[in-house]
């Protein structure tokens, strides 16, 4: 159906068809940020089970990577 500007309006058919793909869409979207909330918990676990690990280990690399990337920032803020 169009409109009298040219744009055509969605109806019945065209509108259920839309709203079932937003669904879809919704859907996957939820799907997708529980993997992601899945993910990010294992990587959670895993990183404070190294550090109770090995803390010393891991103090020394969070230093050494803040020395290297304040070097790099200082570097390229001039």
Do not use: W
């Given at each position: ?13 065209d ?14 979207v ?49």
């Amino acid at each position: 159906m169009t409109n009298g500007n040219g744009t055509t309006k969605a109806t019945g058919p065209d509108l259920g068809h839309v709203l079932e793909m937003a669904e879809r869409a919704r859907e996957k979207v939820g799907e997708a940020a529980e993997r992601a909330q899945h993910a990010v918990r294992k990587a959670d676990n895993l990183l404070v089970a190294k550090v109770r690990e090995n803390p010393i280990l891991v103090l020394s690399v969070a230093v050494g990577v803040g020395y290297v990337l304040g070097r790099l920032v200082s570097r390229f803020g001039r």
